[in-house]
């Protein structure tokens, strides 16, 4: 683990770490047609998770936690040729030797299973008492889960943190609380948003609306220590990026987990959990931007060439109110970057979808998620290498040369766009920062970030959520609007576009002279305008930090509600009734 990937525990984890690995090898033992085959089938089941949570660390920087198992699935969705081979065999080779392992026909072997239920089912009776009891022995931070798995190994950390997850499990909120959120939320001076349970005034907007997200894309030039031969993005992104006062959007996510940032910008609601939120907490049909703008009378549309069903997709663009979603079936898979879609045929054929769409009377919600992009960011022979980077820097230059290509291909739609719907309200922006190598490797180098997060100083957290972000409002041009947390892009796009309806959007709005929070698992950021604070939740926070904390919880309350309780907070006329509808024949 240390020599591949420059993970390891603390050296007084060893004991309680081999302890725990001897325990699990003991009832498996148990089970074991012979020491051979117990020998085989553990070695390669204790590999598999040692190495597979090394692998998490450096790519994400956190470890394996119970909600990965729960995702596993999209690996293979996500990956292919010996790749997908590889994750295959990782997977199914130690059940395989487990299976070819275990005695059924021996007594012993179902006292061994009869301890691990009996394990399962106290850790499912009694997860407060075990999650209280394991913090206060092998202490947790909850924003530093690296130092979590340092100072606990896999078995523990997995252990505790399977506990967590079942005594986290919240009961939905109740009006009461709902009103207390909603009432703490507007505060006692401050002039009230617009409530989804008023009678606002209501404008309908009738612009477009297009918003495309740019799978890890993000501003290379600060990688001084890569010493790059050349800028990779292109002179008319930089030039209009400017003209938008060098905006940033702040991420939920780093390096991944890009359906995380899909369901800010969508909602409006902040991502606090290291978790995908569209796999299993977006419970209920919301009145989110697409429903939002589709009781309007808008046509809301959704592109993105991967496989349709990758994290949980398809239901969670019905539940907030997509009509159409056009996936991987729906294109000609002509441009091939490996397996990934070219930037430049993903434009042209949604471009070639919605000419008859920009004709018509009916305003359009066009949302353009981009699949080129992904590590280890692979071009085809049409798209020789144009930037060169120091030695050692192999990923960087890779990483550098597919910029290249995505922002000068994201520049020819973007002028073609703006020929068909001039008028139309434009937005893009990169979904998080890339991945550049092994324990943020790529950013440690020049200083932007330390190789663990527990080492981060406050202006690094700024780094790591940071993306460049434009917004161009039709033919007025681009407008600044500095650094902003994604969940509230929403309710500023929908202020551009004149819409005054009620709207959940709302929730999270703050005035403009009001420090930005950016929460992040374990910890949230204050940014005011000339500073950043982290706020862990410590003695040694801020005063500041109680009063975004406070925020937090009752942002917390109101999503809570919203998206898997009751929702109390809204009347049944906004409860949500638009249709969905997939665009190919064959279901995804």
């Known amino acids: 683990m240390w020599r591949v990937f420059q993970v390891e525990l603390w050296p007084s984890t060893y004991a309680p770490d081999l302890i725990a690995h001897l325990l699990l090898g003991a009832l498996l033992f148990g089970m074991a047609r012979s020491l051979p085959r117990f020998m085989l089938a553990t070695a390669a089941i204790f590999t598999t998770l040692t190495l597979g949570n090394a692998f998490k660390l450096t790519i994400l920087g956190a470890p394996v936690t119970p909600d990965d198992f729960v995702a596993a699935r999209n690996m293979f969705l996500l990956l292919g040729g010996w790749q997908l081979a590889g994750v295959i065999l990782m997977v199914t080779a130690p059940l395989l030797l487990l299976g070819w392992m275990i005695d059924w026909r021996q007594r012993r072997t179902w006292f061994s299973l009869g301890a691990i239920g009996c394990g399962i089912a106290a850790v499912v009776v009694f997860p407060v008492s075990l999650t209280t009891a394991m913090d206060d022995y092998f202490d947790n931070s909850v924003w530093n889960q690296t130092e979590n798995f340092q100072r606990r190994g896999l078995p523990i950390h997995l252990l505790q943190e399977s506990a967590r997850n079942l005594s986290r499990r919240e009961t939905p909120p109740t009006p009461a609380q709902v009103t207390a959120a909603l009432s703490q939320l507007r505060g006692p001076t401050e002039q009230p948003f617009v409530d989804v349970a008023g009678g606002a005034t209501s404008l309908t907007p009738q612009r477009n609306l297009h918003m495309i997200v740019l799978e890890s894309f993000w501003d ?84 993105h060439p991967n496989a349709a069903s990758f994290w949980n997709r ?51 919600f066009n949302y353009v998620l981009t699949y080129f992009g992904h590590m280890d960011y692979p071009l085809n022979a049409q798209r020789p290498a144009k930037i060169k980077a120091a030695k050692g820097h192999d990923m960087v230059a890779a990483y550098a040369n597919t910029l290249y290509y995505k922002s000068r291909e994201l520049m020819a739609f973007l002028r073609d766009l703006q020929r068909l719907d001039p008028d139309g309200l ?72 004149g819409d005054q309806r009620p709207s959940i959007m709302d929730v999270t709005r703050q005035a403009p002279d009001r420090p930005r929070v950016r929460p992040l698992p374990g910890l949230h950021l204050v940014l005011g305008q000339k500073k950043v604070t982290t706020c862990r939740g410590a003695e040694t926070d801020g005063a500041g930090c109680g009063v975004s904390t406070d925020w937090l919880n009752a942002v917390e309350v109101i999503k809570a509600d919203l998206f898997s309780g009751a929702q109390h907070v809204l009347l049944d006329q906004h409860r949500p009734d638009a249709p969905f509808r997939e665009a190919s024949a064959t279901p995804h």
């Not at 030039?239 to 369901?263: D, I």
């Not at 993306?467 to 007025?476: C, E, K």
């Open 314 to 364: 398809v239901n969670a663009y019905r539940r907030i109110g997509f009509q159409t979603y056009w996936a991987d079936k729906d294109f000609v898979l002509d441009d091939m970057n490996r397996e990934f879609l070219s930037d430049a045929s993903l434009y042209r054929q949604v471009l070639a979808k919605l000419e008859p769409e920009l004709r018509g009377p009916q305003p359009i």
């Open 426 to 497: 434009i937005v893009l922006f990169g979904d998080h920062l890339p991945f550049l190598g092994p324990n943020f490797g790529g950013f440690t180098e020049s200083g932007l970030l330390a190789s663990q997060r527990g080492d981060f100083t406050d202006a690094m957290f700024r780094t790591l959520v940071a993306t460049p972000l434009i917004v161009i409002d039709g033919q007025r041009g681009p407008v600044a609007i500095g650094d902003l947390p994604f969940y509230q892009l929403p309710a500023h796009l929908l202020g551009l576009l």
């Open 220 to 303: 290379p030039r600060p990688l001084k220590a890569s010493r790059l031969s050349g800028d990779p993005l292109d002179p008319a992104f930089r030039k209009l990026w400017a003209a938008a006062g060098h905006s940033h959007g702040l991420a939920p996510v780093f390096g991944g987990y890009t359906a995380n940032t899909e369901f800010e910008v969508l909602c409006g609601f902040p991502v606090t959990r290291d978790n995908v939120f569209f796999e299993g907490s977006l419970r209920r049909d919301v009145p989110c931007l697409p429903r939002h703008l589709a009781d309007a009378g808008y046509r809301t549309l959704a592109s």
